[in-house]
């Protein structure tokens, strides 16, 4: 029996850092509950004045049923470009749910919290986007006894093709949702109101494909994995976005998330 122990943990101590995201990827495929807590902050400019910081929580339900909540603290304000959207108030709880299919996550309620940023902090979609995103990944030393620690880098371009295909989904959520509002109208204040959203949203979305084209964008990992489950700890991440305003002007920005989970 030792011997067979000796053998495993020699294994274990094999792996390279993509086995052992394999390995957690695996396992937590076979999970059917969850929950995790999270917090993101946003900051702008090159002195990384923070804008911005959200609490939020999260609950698996029967391996493919995610709520996601959130409630705004005092002092956020929601702003353009900012986790939360304009008009939120502090002390406002905010819920989505959605549901997996093929391992992608899809809103099945509150579309609006799309907007607010919420369900593109969903750390199970993270773990997703990096197993399907070119990355490198490598074992950090000076892990907590019983843990593995795994830094991994999105490669520049797979990095920016997913900050990109988040804020074109966004955009595509306002679309839909004014057409959708637009449809109650009456013909005629229909057609009027329908030409001038077309024009608004075409030149938003003109705006955005020309700063994502010109962006540099680097998003860094790190997977705390249990070294015995290989389930999962924690998992944080650090985006940096280097980009040109509408006027030509730099701009810089560094969102941060952390996310814990619970297993019980």
């Known amino acids: 029996m030792a011997a067979v122990l000796m053998s495993s943990c020699r294994l274990q101590e094999a792996r390279s850092g993509e086995?052992?995201?394999?390995?957690?990827?695996?396992?937590?495929?076979?999970?059917?509950?969850?929950?995790?807590?999270?917090?993101?902050?946003?900051?702008?400019?090159?002195?990384?004045?923070?804008?911005?910081?959200?609490?939020?929580?999260?609950?698996?339900?029967?391996?493919?049923?995610?709520?996601?909540?959130?409630?705004?603290?005092?002092?956020?304000?929601?702003?353009?470009?900012?986790?939360?959207?304009?008009?939120?108030?502090?002390?406002?709880?905010?819920?989505?749910?959605?549901?997996?299919?093929?391992?992608?996550?899809?809103?099945?309620?509150?579309?609006?919290?799309?907007?607010?940023?919420?369900?593109?902090?969903?750390?199970?979609?993270?773990?997703e986007h990096i197993r399907n995103a070119r990355k490198s990944i490598k074992l950090e030393s000076g892990a907590a006894r019983g843990t593995k620690v795994l830094r991994i880098e999105l490669d520049a371009a797979d990095a920016q093709a997913l900050i990109g295909s988040e804020l074109e989904e966004e955009m595509k959520q306002v679309r839909q949702k004014w057409e959708s509002k637009l449809a109650k109208l009456p013909n005629a204040e229909r057609a009027k109101l329908a030409s001038q959203s077309e024009q608004i949203w075409s030149a938003g979305n003109k705006q955005l494909a020309e700063m994502l084209n010109q962006a540099e964008i680097q998003a860094v990992y790190h997977l705390t994995l249990n070294s015995k489950t290989g389930?999962?700890?924690?998992?944080?991440?650090?985006?940096?976005?280097?980009?040109?305003?509408?006027?030509?002007?730099?701009?810089?920005?560094?969102?941060?998330?952390?996310?814990r989970f619970d297993y019980k």
């Open 231 to 259: 389930l999962p700890m924690r998992l944080t991440s650090e985006s940096r976005i280097a980009y040109l305003s509408p006027q030509g002007a730099p701009q810089q920005e560094m969102l941060r998330t952390d996310n």
């Open 19 to 127: 086995q052992w995201f394999n390995h957690a990827w695996s396992g937590l495929a076979g999970v059917d509950a969850l929950t995790f807590q999270g917090k993101a902050a946003l900051w702008r400019g090159e002195q990384g004045v923070l804008e911005q910081n959200l609490n939020y929580s999260g609950r698996l339900d029967d391996h493919h049923r995610l709520t996601m909540r959130t409630v705004i603290a005092e002092g956020a304000s929601g702003s353009k470009g900012s986790l939360l959207a304009s008009g939120t108030r502090p002390g406002e709880k905010y819920e989505t749910k959605l549901v997996a299919q093929g391992r992608r996550w899809h809103i099945v309620s509150d579309e609006e919290s799309l907007g607010k940023g919420l369900v593109r902090l969903n750390p199970l979609e993270q773990l």
